[in-house]
Each structure stands twice: as structure tokens, then as C-alpha cells.
């Protein structure tokens, strides 16, 4: 039987994630010109609904992946303080 309702914050959390994701293997396979919404819920098992609820355009979602890759770029370099790891390497 299908769940019905709200889904739960992870379950949520875990979407986005593969949207963006996905958004991320559109635009390295086609460019951001060429990426589209369609494309990008295709990939990722949703509808195109969704992705314009949650991004509000193809902007939109871009802009999350952008800073969701800028964040976790932040906490890697940061990790690499605490290492002998060089943070150009982690760049690279």
C-alpha cells in the first residue's frame, strides 16, 4: 500500500538530495542552458511539481546546488585544518 500524507523531514531531506544530485548530472551532461526541469525530475524520480514547488525555477535550483556544493566545499576545507592534509589538494 502506498504512504500517504506528509513525508517525514529526512525523507524530505533525503529528495532534495537527489534532486540536487541530479541537477548536478544535468548540468555536467548537458550545460546549464540545455538542463531542464523535466530532465532534472527525470533523474531524480519526481515530478516537475515538486521541483517547482520546492526551487521555484530552474534558477532557483541552481542556486540551492550552488550553495549546497559552496557549504560542503567550506566543510571540507575545514576539515583539512585539523589535518596534515593539504587544503589545495582537498580543492583539487
Do not use: C
Amino acid at each position: 500500500m502506498a504512504k500517504r500524507g506528509r513525508p517525514k523531514a529526512s525523507e524530505e531531506n533525503s529528495r532534495r538530495d537527489a534532486v540536487i544530485q541530479a541537477a548536478i548530472n544535468e548540468l555536467v551532461e548537458k550545460g546549464y542552458e540545455n538542463a531542464t526541469m523535466l530532465g532534472i525530475a527525470k533523474r531524480a524520480s519526481a515530478s516537475k511539481e515538486t521541483l517547482y514547488n520546492w526551487f521555484g525555477s530552474k534558477l532557483g535550483l541552481f542556486s540551492v546546488l550552488i550553495k549546497t556544493q559552496g557549504e560542503k566545499t567550506i566543510e571540507r576545507l575545514n576539515a583539512t585544518f585539523d589535518t596534515e592534509e593539504s587544503p589545495h589538494e582537498t580543492l583539487t
